[in-house]
């Protein structure tokens, strides 16, 4: 039977959801916003006909956004506060340190002011995380920390800073736009420059949206997103399309749940932006053993091809493979693992298979995220609903008896994290211990 495909290739319901999220005006994670984003969210998964739609509180370490600034000796240049940076003024000499490799920090920068660009060359055979440039330069001795966006367009970029044991970062950071960051290189570097960031810091609380589909299996694949987003745009990419694809996920397995042979349990995370808290508190409170697989939606929807990182899960590929073939639509993979989104404490601590659904999009990092210009018309209603296609079969597939789908040790995920240098930093900035 196929009457699924024609009724979700013309629903409404995944974009009306998204319009409803970008509506509101922040849903930085502990707000007023964010609980909405998540009421709704449960409302609306309901209403598709999920059962058992509900909220889990937990608490976090709150930071809203005061004012920032990076002064010169000629004038003061536009930047914003990086979320969970302390309250702080600071003066020191400018150090550009270009991409903020690892080994540009391999030098005394007592007293410094940081300035780093939010991406690596592309030659560079990984990703750098922010937090990572961050902790560096802390370890470093600096004083200061200036995120430069790579993208044109005027754009300072945003994401947080911290760790799980230290939520709130050890030196005020701040991100500038690429112009920005351009003319403090050609202007300042060398000279000093007084950095300063304010922000209202308090203990707040966020919440998990759970909700569950077919049959009351004793395993469950899990069926992920965030809520959160950042208070400087409609979070429309990041990540409200996500959420929106799995309400419409949820309306689609509904018409579809006599094809499921385990329980799809729906959880749409709080506060990923600021540490996966939303996640680590799930995963610490769940049995691991009886989740199957995690499907993460993060980062999906922005382009019409799906990329999938399966961090080398053997049946999350093969499932992958065969439902590419099935329905001969291009599916990006990649074996490598992804520690940053809302799948990883689930992959780390239990060795859950995990996959991680993202979009092919032209250049690299981030692009239009975590920036004023994260806005709904960047996206399209068809490309949420093609993706809704080809993930429905996704979990079906993942969700069937003939599926096996089997757990890593973590001695073998961390063994992956060692061989692509990634276990460094994550042991940095706390994600690994």
């Known amino acids: 039977m196929t009457d ?25 994670a502990g707000t007023a916003g964010e609980r909405r984003a998540a009421e709704l969210t449960r409302e609306h998964l309901e209403a598709v006909g999920a059962r058992n739609a509900r909220l889990e509180e937990f608490s976090i370490q709150g930071w809203e956004r005061g004012s920032s600034s990076v002064e010169t000796a000629d004038r003061t240049h536009e930047s914003i506060g990086l979320p969970r940076s302390p309250s702080d003024r600071v003066t020191g000499e400018l150090v550009d340190l270009g991409y903020g490799l690892p080994e540009d920090f391999d030098t005394d920068l007592s007293g410094s002011i940081v300035l780093v660009s939010s991406t690596v060359p592309e030659w560079y055979d990984r990703f750098i995380h922010r937090r990572e440039k961050y902790y560096r330069a802390v370890r470093a001795g600096a004083a200061g920390f200036i995120f430069a966006n790579h993208v044109e367009g005027c754009l300072p970029p945003t994401g947080s800073v911290g760790t799980a044991d230290e939520p709130i970062g050890e030196i005020p950071a701040v991100g500038v736009a690429k112009e920005v960051g351009a003319r403090l290189r050609r202007r300042a570097t060398g000279d000093a420059v007084t950095l300063e960031v304010s922000a209202k810091i308090e203990q707040a609380t966020s919440q998990n949206v759970h909700a569950e589909l077919g049959p009351d299996t004793e395993t469950e694949i899990l069926l992920t997103s965030h809520l959160d987003g950042h208070d400087i745009s409609e979070g429309a990419l990041d990540n409200g399309m996500g959420t929106a694809l799995v309400v419409e996920l949820a309306a689609a397995l509904a018409r579809r749940e006599a094809d499921l042979d385990r329980r799809v349990h729906i959880v749409c995370f709080g506060a990923e932006e600021v540490g996966l808290c939303g996640s680590e508190y799930a995963a610490e409170r769940m049995d691991l053993e ?102 429905t079969e996704l979990i079906v597939e993942l969700a069937s008896d003939s599926t096996t789908l089997t757990p890593r040790p973590r001695s073998a995920i961390v063994d992956a994290l060692e061989n692509e240098d990634l276990a460094a930093g994550m042991r940095l900035i706390g994600d690994l211990e």
């Open 4 to 28: 699924w495909i024609g009724a979700t290739f013309t629903s409404d319901v995944g974009w009306d959801h998204l319009e409803r999220l970008v509506d509101i005006p922040s849903r930085l």
């Open 290 to 391: 009886q989740i199957d697989a995690v499907v993460n939606n993060d980062g999906i929807g922005r382009g019409r091809t799906i990329r999938a990182h399966t961090h080398d899960f053997a049946g999350i590929e093969h499932a992958v493979e065969t439902v590419s073939e099935r329905f001969d639509h291009p599916i990006s993979t990649t074996p490598r693992m992804g520690p940053h989104s809302d799948h990883w404490p689930f992959v780390l601590a239990g060795g859950v298979p995990g996959l991680h659904l993202m979009s092919e999009t032209d250049g690299r990092g981030r692009g239009w995220a975590h920036t004023h210009a994260d806005t709904i018309d960047k996206l399209e209603s068809r490309t949420l609903r093609e993706s809704a296609i080809i993930t």
